[in-house]
């Protein structure tokens, strides 16, 4: 046989196996690999599973759009080209923004409002200046101040070019209110859809998965979070029912449930249902297990982070399980950033894990945010319990809320500039506060606003009919 039709015989022969495979290989559920180790008991990943439920028949959830309990409505402009808040422009509890018009011609005079917001939970002192870029001239006198903080608006020094003000704002109180949601959103066991059980990395390596934690990088995937008004890129998930801040430290003080919040124990926690949990693993055999993946398909419009404990056990007692889970909204704006579900299918002993001791509840980066919604003491705690474990088929909701309307939390201010550019240009103004703020990552904010430079052009408007 001819070197040709040997070749074009397996070929042939091969063409059907390799379309097998690549059809076995397309049909493979996603799965979480890339997990590196960190620390003993700590892994972190930059690759997490995406799983849209809705091809699968599961109608997403809407919610809704105005949360009028205890706090005003916070006015957001719907133009990308005129918000900021420094790291995320979606935020609508961005520390300052600065807003002003889009188009303006050379000659005309644009008005900029900026406004400050204290959204934590004391008072703070805020330095804010702005420098007018080149292609502005500011109008003597036009600055003003609308609030109670102070009288006087911002001061223009005409020697470097910049407005300026410093004063305190009083505490916004941004916090979170816990209730039931209906109807209730489904408990999703991601084993189902092929994400990898997260104990299994920890097992293979010969360590218990008990008070373990995996970090999941949603930045490198286009996605976001908010809690109390800050962006996270990164979110800590523990085996012991929690999603923690990535910075915080998870070792014992996380290792058994508390009151939250607790200054003692700062960082981002959110206690779906917080307790010792032991998912077997070193010198006992595998028992239970948790998840995590973004979702697709469950809240309308928004692509959630989900985090799963299916049939986690607690520690000393294999017997008292619970299956539940924690969704963060991802990529929210407006009156949706913020929101978090706790999601419970069921609890196998609800008198026993009261007994053993638990959390549900949010607490902020400080620790001196939060609420706890149900709890039982844990390990000498002298508290009394509150509440009591979900029932199978609960959602808990949890809404960001404004409390402290009264406070003279925000501030706005106001200014007049010429526009001497030429056309086309681009004017860009930035807006620069700092404060005393504990937390570095609201320490220091900016609002950019884009002024595009045009010709404006009125085309006649002929009225009447023909002769």
């Not at 029932?391 to 003279?408: E, I, M, Q, S, W």
């Not at 103004?429 to 703020?437: D, K, P």
């Amino acid at each position: 046989m001819k070197k040709e039709t040997l070749i074009r015989h397996l070929i042939i022969f091969l063409l059907p196996l390799l379309a097998v495979a690549l059809v076995a290989q397309a049909q493979e559920p996603p799965n979480l690999d890339g997990l590196t180790i960190v620390g003993l008991g700590q892994r972190y990943t930059e690759t997490i599973p995406v799983i849209d439920i809705h091809a699968l028949g599961y109608q997403p959830i809407a919610l809704p759009s105005d949360d009028p309990v205890n706090h005003s409505q916070v006015t957001i402009q719907t133009s990308p080209l005129t918000w900021g808040g420094g790291s995320d422009p979606n935020n609508p509890y961005a520390v300052i923004r600065k807003t002003g018009p889009t188009f303006m011609q050379p000659g005309g005079i644009v008005r900029y409002e900026i406004t400050l917001n204290n959204y934590e939970s004391v008072t703070h002192t805020y330095h804010l200046m702005d420098t007018l870029p080149s292609g502005l001239s500011y109008v003597p006198d036009s600055a003003t101040s609308i609030g109670s903080v102070q009288a006087n608006g911002l001061a223009y020094d005409a020697s470097d070019r910049t407005l300026s003000w410093q004063g305190e704002l009083a505490p916004g109180n941004l916090d979170y209110v816990i209730e039931a949601h209906s109807p209730a959103l489904p408990y999703l066991d991601l084993a189902a859809f092929g994400a990898a059980n997260l104990c299994d990395e920890f097992i293979a390596n010969g360590e218990s998965c008990a008070d373990v934690t995996v970090t999941f990088n949603l930045g490198v995937n286009g996605y976001t979070t908010n809690l109390y008004g800050e962006v996270l890129s990164q979110l800590t998930v523990s085996s012991n029912g929690l999603i923690l801040a990535p910075e915080t430290a998870v070792s014992d003080p996380y290792a058994h449930n508390q009151w939250l919040p607790d200054a003692a124990t700062p960082g981002f926690v959110l206690a779906g249902l917080w307790r010792d949990v032991d998912m077997g693993g070193g010198d006992a055999g595998p028992n239970g297990r948790f998840h995590a993946a973004i979702i697709s398909g469950l809240i309308e419009g928004h692509d959630v982070f989900y985090a799963q404990w299916h049939d986690a056990p607690q520690s000393g007692d294999p017997d008292l399980t619970a299956r539940h889970a924690i969704a963060l909204l991802l990529n929210g704006d407006g009156s949706q950033v913020g929101h978090v579900f706790f999601i419970y299918d069921n609890i196998a002993n609800p008198a026993q894990m009261v007994a053993q001791g638990y959390t549900i509840g949010i607490a902020d980066k400080l620790g001196a945010r939060g609420v706890t919604y149900a709890y039982a003491p844990c390990c000498g705690d002298d508290r009394s319990p509150q509440g009591y474990p979900p029932a199978a088929g609960t959602t808990l909701h949890l809404r960001p809320v404004l409390f402290g309307n009264d406070n003279d939390y925000s501030h706005t201010f106001s200014y007049e500039a010429v526009v001497n550019a030429p056309v086309p240009e681009t004017i860009a103004s930035t807006a620069v506060v700092t404060s005393n703020s504990p937390d570095t990552a609201l320490a220091t904010a900016w609002s950019t606003h884009y002024l595009y430079v045009r010709w404006q052009t009125y085309l006649p408007l002929a009225i009447g009919g023909s002769e």
